[in-house]
Protein backbone atom coordinates (compact mmCIF):
# COMPACT_ATOMS: atom_id res chain seq x y z
CA UNK A 1 0.00 0.00 0.00
CA UNK A 2 1.27 3.16 -0.70
CA UNK A 3 -0.11 6.49 -1.21
CA UNK A 4 1.07 9.36 -3.49
CA UNK A 5 0.28 13.03 -3.33
CA UNK A 6 1.55 15.49 -6.02
CA UNK A 7 1.83 19.33 -5.40
CA UNK A 8 3.39 22.01 -7.10
CA UNK A 9 1.06 22.85 -10.48
CA UNK A 10 -0.63 26.11 -10.72
CA UNK A 11 -0.37 28.95 -13.84
CA UNK A 12 2.59 29.98 -15.61
CA UNK A 13 3.37 31.82 -18.52
CA UNK A 14 4.85 29.78 -21.68
CA UNK A 15 8.48 30.00 -21.56
CA UNK A 16 8.16 29.83 -17.50
CA UNK A 17 8.92 26.68 -15.04
CA UNK A 18 7.18 24.56 -12.26
CA UNK A 19 8.40 22.46 -9.87
CA UNK A 20 6.12 19.53 -9.22
CA UNK A 21 6.30 17.16 -5.96
CA UNK A 22 5.16 13.89 -5.31
CA UNK A 23 4.64 12.61 -1.94
CA UNK A 24 4.76 8.99 -1.00
CA UNK A 25 3.74 7.64 2.20
CA UNK A 26 2.75 3.82 3.56
CA UNK A 27 4.93 1.10 2.16
CA UNK A 28 8.60 1.76 1.00
CA UNK A 29 8.58 3.63 -2.42
CA UNK A 30 12.29 3.74 -2.56
CA UNK A 31 11.91 0.29 -4.33
CA UNK A 32 9.70 1.46 -6.41
CA UNK A 33 10.46 2.69 -10.33
CA UNK A 34 8.30 6.00 -10.18
CA UNK A 35 7.06 8.04 -13.07
CA UNK A 36 5.21 11.15 -14.61
CA UNK A 37 2.35 11.21 -16.70
CA UNK A 38 -0.16 13.61 -17.84
CA UNK A 39 -3.98 14.20 -19.57
CA UNK A 40 -5.46 16.95 -21.33
CA UNK A 41 -9.11 17.70 -21.76
CA UNK A 42 -10.07 15.18 -24.08
CA UNK A 43 -6.67 13.09 -24.63
CA UNK A 44 -5.68 10.11 -22.74
CA UNK A 45 -3.08 10.16 -20.12
CA UNK A 46 0.82 9.97 -21.59
CA UNK A 47 3.82 9.24 -20.34
CA UNK A 48 6.33 12.37 -19.56
CA UNK A 49 9.45 10.89 -17.52
CA UNK A 50 10.39 7.86 -15.48
CA UNK A 51 13.22 6.93 -12.78
CA UNK A 52 14.37 3.93 -12.10
CA UNK A 53 14.52 2.22 -8.87
CA UNK A 54 18.01 2.58 -8.29
CA UNK A 55 20.59 4.65 -9.51
CA UNK A 56 19.02 7.51 -10.66
CA UNK A 57 18.53 6.10 -14.62
CA UNK A 58 15.65 7.97 -16.63
CA UNK A 59 13.27 8.01 -19.40
CA UNK A 60 11.12 10.72 -20.95
CA UNK A 61 9.02 11.21 -23.48
CA UNK A 62 10.17 12.92 -26.46
CA UNK A 63 7.67 15.91 -26.06
CA UNK A 64 9.51 17.06 -22.81
CA UNK A 65 13.07 16.16 -23.45
CA UNK A 66 15.29 18.42 -23.02
CA UNK A 67 13.03 20.94 -20.84
CA UNK A 68 11.87 18.38 -18.57
CA UNK A 69 13.98 16.63 -15.51
CA UNK A 70 13.12 14.22 -12.92
CA UNK A 71 14.24 13.13 -10.21
CA UNK A 72 13.76 11.83 -6.33
CA UNK A 73 14.77 12.18 -2.64
CA UNK A 74 14.95 9.03 -0.97
CA UNK A 75 15.48 10.26 2.21
CA UNK A 76 11.92 12.24 1.62
CA UNK A 77 10.22 9.52 -0.59
CA UNK A 78 9.89 12.35 -2.50
CA UNK A 79 9.77 12.14 -6.33
CA UNK A 80 10.06 15.92 -8.78
CA UNK A 81 9.42 16.81 -12.28
CA UNK A 82 10.72 20.26 -12.76
CA UNK A 83 9.93 21.80 -15.75
CA UNK A 84 11.33 24.31 -17.73
CA UNK A 85 10.46 26.62 -20.89
CA UNK A 86 7.08 25.76 -20.35
CA UNK A 87 4.52 25.32 -23.57
CA UNK A 88 0.65 25.50 -23.85
CA UNK A 89 0.24 22.01 -24.96
CA UNK A 90 1.95 21.01 -21.61
CA UNK A 91 -1.50 22.32 -20.10
CA UNK A 92 -2.54 18.96 -18.59
CA UNK A 93 -3.56 17.44 -15.41
CA UNK A 94 0.10 15.66 -14.01
CA UNK A 95 -0.20 12.51 -12.39
CA UNK A 96 2.51 10.80 -10.14
CA UNK A 97 2.98 6.69 -10.18
CA UNK A 98 4.87 4.35 -8.70
CA UNK A 99 5.38 0.74 -10.06
CA UNK A 100 6.66 -2.08 -8.01
CA UNK A 101 7.48 -4.68 -10.88
CA UNK A 102 9.67 -3.37 -13.49
CA UNK A 103 12.97 -1.53 -13.41
CA UNK A 104 11.92 1.60 -15.01
CA UNK A 105 8.95 1.74 -17.65
CA UNK A 106 6.87 3.92 -19.55
CA UNK A 107 3.88 1.83 -19.54
CA UNK A 108 1.01 3.40 -17.89
CA UNK A 109 -0.42 -0.48 -17.47
CA UNK A 110 2.39 -1.10 -15.66
CA UNK A 111 2.52 1.07 -12.47
CA UNK A 112 0.27 0.41 -9.34
CA UNK A 113 -0.02 3.37 -7.45
CA UNK A 114 -0.98 6.67 -8.50
CA UNK A 115 -1.46 10.12 -7.17
CA UNK A 116 -4.58 12.21 -7.48
CA UNK A 117 -3.27 14.82 -10.02
CA UNK A 118 -2.57 18.29 -10.05
CA UNK A 119 -3.39 21.02 -12.73
CA UNK A 120 -0.44 22.84 -14.70
CA UNK A 121 -1.74 25.73 -17.15
CA UNK A 122 0.38 27.09 -19.77
CA UNK A 123 -0.91 30.35 -20.40
CA UNK A 124 0.41 31.96 -24.46
Known amino acids: QVQLAESGGGLVQAGGSLRLSCAASGRTSSGFAMGWFRQAPGKEREFVAA????????AYADSVKGRFTIGRDYAKNTVYLQMNSLKPEDTAVYYC?????????????????WGQGTQVTVSS
Open 51 to 58: ISRIGGST
Open 97 to 113: AADREKWITSVLGDYDY
